[in-house]
């Protein structure tokens, strides 16, 4: 089974900061990647889909990159409603298992 | 608008069995995969298990694997999830999500993400 690894598990940042958080792969997954935000007692939120594809509606400061085994996701400038949980997510398995990573929690410097 | 409603989660002992629904609306939903997708408490998402857009394929983690069966009536828009042999570590808030399929244009190949998600239902094991 493809595992999935994130870095840091926690950052503190403030407002106007680039961020950004790792993705790792067990093994290589290609471009089959994606993101997504969730803020406490919400659903999930998609945000790049296929490591780069910014969903659409997604504000353009956020951008993914990556393919393989090592991806990032960058918020170019961090707004306060930015402060989220970001979990990463692999759909490259056959049969299909699409494994989420552990998470990355954005919060307030 | 496009939404999806879960529904059905609740205390449930362990052992017991429990059906959840997921209401779809907005979007043609016999024409979208779907998924549900659980978050212990506390916890990080899990993937549960995928249904195909006419129910020809299913795939499930390997933690639910022969307990949860996933399946859809297209004729009502709903997704549903029944979990049989519940134990203390299945509960968790409960979402599903459509499946968005992109094609690779170089090598054909699909790829999934999770564009549309519900409001989630608690399912909590307890004696």
């Known amino acids: 089974d493809i595992q999935m690894t994130q870095s840091p598990s926690s950052l503190s940042a403030s407002v106007g900061d680039r961020v950004t958080i790792t993705c790792r792969a067990s093994?290589?997954?290609?471009?089959?990647l994606n993101w997504y935000q969730q803020k406490p007692g919400k659903a999930p939120k998609l945000l790049i889909y296929?490591?780069?594809s910014l969903q659409s509606g997604v504000p353009s400061r956020f951008s993914g990159s990556g393919s393989g085994t090592d991806f990032t996701l960058t918020i170019s400038s961090l707004q306060p409603e930015d402060f989220a949980t970001y979990y990463c997510?692999?759909?490259?398995?056959?049969?299909?298992?699409?494994?989420f990573g552990p998470g990355t929690k954005v919060d307030i410097k | 608008q496009v939404q999806l409603v879960e529904s059905g989660g609740g205390v449930v002992q362990p052992g017991r069995s429990l059906r959840l629904s997921c209401a779809a609306s907005?979007?043609?939903?016999?024409?979208?995969?779907m998924h549900w997708v659980r978050q212990a408490p506390g916890k990080g998402l899990e993937w549960v298990a995928v249904?195909?857009?006419?129910?020809?394929?299913?795939y499930y983690a390997d933690s639910v694997k022969g307990r949860f069966t996933i399946s859809r009536d297209n004729s009502k828009n709903t997704l549903y999830l029944q979990m049989n042999s519940l134990r203390a570590e299945d509960t968790a808030v409960y979402y599903c999500?459509?499946?968005?399929?992109?094609?690779?244009?170089?090598?054909?190949?699909?790829?999934?993400?999770?564009?549309?998600w519900g409001q989630g239902t608690t399912v909590t094991v307890s004696s």
């Open positions: 999500a459509r499946d968005q399929t992109q094609w690779d244009i170089l090598t054909g190949s699909p790829t999934h993400s999770m564009d549309v």
């Open positions: 907005g979007f043609t939903f016999s024409s979208y995969g």
């Open positions: 249904i195909w857009y006419d129910g020809s394929n299913k």
């Open positions: 093994q290589s997954i290609s471009s089959y």
């Open positions: 296929a490591a780069s």
């Open positions: 997510q692999q759909s490259y398995s056959t049969p299909p298992i699409f494994t």
